[in-house]
């Protein structure tokens, strides 16, 4: 079992900027892949950024690129979101996602933190 635990969300405007974090306990060595989503009042779900738990691989949503970085500290077992140039767009709110390396595994994820830009 992998437990996530995200921080870092808040209200901000416009052009501003938000750190987020994810921090992992618990099977951190059965990881591969870490994910940010984020989830707007009446939307689906959409991934928003990806990195390799070991390994410089990382992907991002179009809508983000540019203004988004997704870093991990493995010392510490967590995943950072740099978030800059905000757009009340990205008001939503962002979860953390583990991808277990085992086939078939489900990932695992946490409980979310609020993102609000204002205009």
């Given amino acids: 079992q992998v437990q996530l635990v995200e921080s870092g969300g808040g209200l901000v405007q416009a052009g501003g900027s938000l750190r987020l974090s994810c921090a992992a306990s618990g099977r951190t060595s059965s990881i591969s892949y870490m994910?940010?989503?984020?989830?707007?009042p009446g939307k689906e779900r959409e991934f928003v950024a990806?990195?390799?738990w070991s390994g410089a691989n990382?992907?991002?949503?179009?809508?983000?690129?540019?203004r988004f970085t997704i870093s991990r500290d493995n010392a510490n077992n967590t995943v950072y979101l740099q978030m800059n140039s905000?757009?009340?767009e990205d008001t939503a709110v962002y979860y953390c996602?583990?991808?277990p390396t085992?086939?078939?595994?489900?990932?695992?994820?946490?409980?979310?933190?609020?993102?609000?830009v204002s205009s």
């Fill in 35 to 40: 994910r940010w989503f984020r989830q707007a």
């Fill in 50 to 52: 990806s990195i390799a």
């Fill in 58 to 66: 990382t992907y991002y949503a179009d809508s983000v690129k540019g």
């Fill in 86 to 88: 905000l757009k009340p």
């Fill in 97 to 99: 996602q583990a991808t």
């Fill in 102 to 116: 085992a086939p078939r595994a489900a990932s695992f994820w946490g409980q979310g933190t609020q993102v609000t």
